[in-house]
Each structure stands twice: as C-alpha cells, then as structure tokens.
C-alpha cells in the first residue's frame, strides 16, 4: 500500500523523572519546533530509571495540555484500556476533545504492566483476556459518543497501540484510524502486511488507516526504510532524567519538512 499522506513527526513526552512545570515547558516547546503530535502515556509508576521516581498521572495531564497548547494534537501512547469504565474513558475523551478543540487522539491497548495493576487495584488476569476486554470496549466507547451531549467536535481518531497479528491487528481494522507498532523496517512493513489483509476480509480500505510507530536513532538511520514500510507518523520517545533534550525531536522535523517538501 502506498500512503499518501504526508509525514507526521510526533513526541511522546514521558511524564517521569521530572517535574510537572517542566513537563510544561517541554510540551510547549515541543509545538513551537514544529511537532504534530505529542502523545504521553497511561502508567502510574516509571517504566524505567528510579522504580519509584517522579510520576504523573496521563489523563490529568491530557486535560492541561489542551489548555496549554492551541495546534498540536494530543493523546496518550496510549491509554490502558483496564483502568477506566469505556463510558467514562469515551466521556473523558470526549471532554478533552471539547477543551482542545478538536485535537485530541484516542490511543488506546490492552496493558501490560503489572506493577500499575497491583499497586491500584486492577485484575491483572491474562494477556488474552485483557485483549478480549479491550475488544469488548471499543463498541461501547463509540456508542456512548453517539449519546453524549455535546457530541464530540469530530469523529475522535482511535490509535491502537499493539502488534499482535490475530487480535491487535484485527481489532485495529475493525476500530482504529492509525496503527502504532514497534520494530525495525522489515518488521513494520509485515505487521503493515497483516493488517490490510484483516482490512481486507472485513471490506475495509487498508489506506483509511494511518501506520505510526516509535523512532530510534537519527532519520538518516531509519526514516527511509521506515516510510517505505508504511509510516507515516514517526515518534520520538522523550523521558524527564536529566532534562528533556528536543534536538532529535527537531531533526525529524527537519526530515519531515525535505520529505513533504
């Protein structure tokens, strides 16, 4: 599949190992260097560093950004879909929509971390049952959108984060607007391969569905191997130890300005 869609560059601004008011500063300068996303993500704890490091809250912090930013789009990468009821989680989506005005991105996955689990109160269960919830979830987030009042300002994307090839994958054709994998090229263009052939078994345009994934290293190094596998929308991960340093940030945006040209 060829995407015409021009390149997006993103940054997931970890919130850990640092304090909210620089967390601020970071996201605003994060829409000043040009960025078209910026994503955080729905933990309780630091997923690496100081097990029990400076912390916050994803959804708080989602509500604050639409306050503080006016371009960027903004969502989590992504959210849990175990830690909220889906009519509230569509109900808090729907809200930030509104204080955003129309910028907010549904990302959503099954979990994974334990330690969030125990520590406030969720069933860890099983890998598949968790998946199998998350299944049950999407419908039920879009039928309370259909009943909230005031509706959402746009059909909210939906992002799925996940690479498994018989539920993820079909889950995201079934629901999703933009696909988040992990990977190298080869990896990303064959999990690109299984999803518009799900697309494809449900009657679905495979183009309708945007292909994202993390970055690592320069866009020298990747960005073109990527793009040919598919993606459209290149993230940069960015945690608060020591600092958060935008200069990869800035040169994935200079990549993404020569290639849309």
């Not at 029990?52 to 639409?66: N, S, V, Y």
């Not at 054709?173 to 933009?178: Q, V």
């Not at 690592?216 to 040919?228: F, R």
Request: charged share 25%; glycine share 10%.
């Amino acid at each position: 599949m060829t995407d015409p869609r021009p390149v997006r560059i993103g940054l997931q601004l970890q919130p850990q190992h640092a304090d909210y008011a620089e967390i601020r500063r970071t996201v605003a300068a994060a829409e000043a260097a040009g960025a078209d996303v910026v994503f955080n993500w729905d933990h309780f704890f630091p997923l690496y560093g100081e097990p029990d490091g400076k912390h916050f809250e994803c959804w708080t912090i989602l509500g604050a950004w639409a306050e503080a930013t006016s371009r960027v789009e903004i969502g989590a990468l992504v959210t849990c879909n175990s830690y909220r009821n889906p009519e509230l989680l569509a109900d808090m989506a729907r809200t930030v929509d509104h204080i955003s005005e129309g910028r907010l991105i549904l990302g959503i996955g099954s979990g994974w971390f334990q330690r969030d689990y125990d520590e406030y109160g969720y069933e860890f269960g099983t890998a598949g049952g968790r998946l199998n919830e998350l299944a049950a979830a999407l419908p039920r987030i879009r039928s309370r959108w259909a009943k909230l009042n005031p509706a959402p300002t746009r059909d909210i994307p939906v992002l799925i984060g996940g690479s498994g090839e018989k539920k993820t994958l079909r889950y995201t054709a079934e629901h999703a607007t933009i696909w988040h994998g992990f990977g190298d090229a080869d990896t990303v263009a064959h999990k690109c391969s299984v999803l518009d052939q799900h697309c494809r078994d449900i009657g679905r345009d495979p183009a309708e569905i945007e292909r994202s994934t993390a970055v690592q290293g320069t866009p020298d190094e990747t960005g073109s191997a990527l793009y040919d596998a598919g993606v459209r929308l290149f993230t940069v991960g960015q945690d608060g130890a020591g600092g958060y340093d935008l200069a990869r940030l800035k040169d994935w945006i200079a990549w993404r300005d020569d290639r849309n040209g």
